[in-house]
């Protein structure tokens, strides 16, 4: 699997030192949702700004995981450039990070420590209310081989 800009997506930090968020989202979650689920509209927007602004957060790694679900990469690169996202974007075309994760619905957040275990699922909704640094909570240690 590659990112937009062709490169190779790690699930993990290759030096192991940082922890890994995975941002799964869909491209289109927001305006399709904005009139008959406002409450996922309001948190597929939340995320678009919560990446739009993680690019300058050096102590997490951030990749973004699209659905391929009713959506191309051409639909993913224009919700890059709209949101101004500068982190790694995915589309997950066959689900098969959707499914690794037991993702089934967007926006959701998955935390891999710094050797790619899960480390924790976030909630959207509490990230609004404390932040990202808050809701990850003190840095563990980095992994060990």
């Not at 990446?51 to 990749?63: F, M």
């Not at 990202?132 to 840095?139: M, Q, T, V």
Request: with cysteine; net charge positive; charged share 25%.
């Amino acid at each position: 699997m590659k990112t937009l800009d062709g490169k190779a997506v790690v699930l993990t930090d290759p030096a192991q030192q940082r922890r890994t968020v995975l941002a799964f989202l869909s491209p289109w979650c927001e305006s399709y949702f904005e009139k008959t689920r406002p409450e996922s509209s309001r948190r597929c927007r939340m995320l678009s700004e919560m990446l739009a602004g993680a690019a300058n957060d050096t102590s997490l790694r951030w990749i973004g995981i699209a659905s391929g679900l009713w959506a191309s990469e051409q639909d993913l690169r224009v919700y890059r450039d709209q949101h101004h996202i500068a982190l790694p974007l995915t589309l997950d075309r066959d689900g098969s990070l959707f499914l690794r994760f037991g993702v089934r619905r967007v926006p959701a957040l998955i935390v891999l420590d710094a050797a790619g275990r899960i480390e924790r699922t976030l909630d959207i909704d509490s990230l609004k209310s404390h932040g990202i640094a808050e809701a990850l909570g003190a840095a563990p240690a980095p992994a060990r081989q």
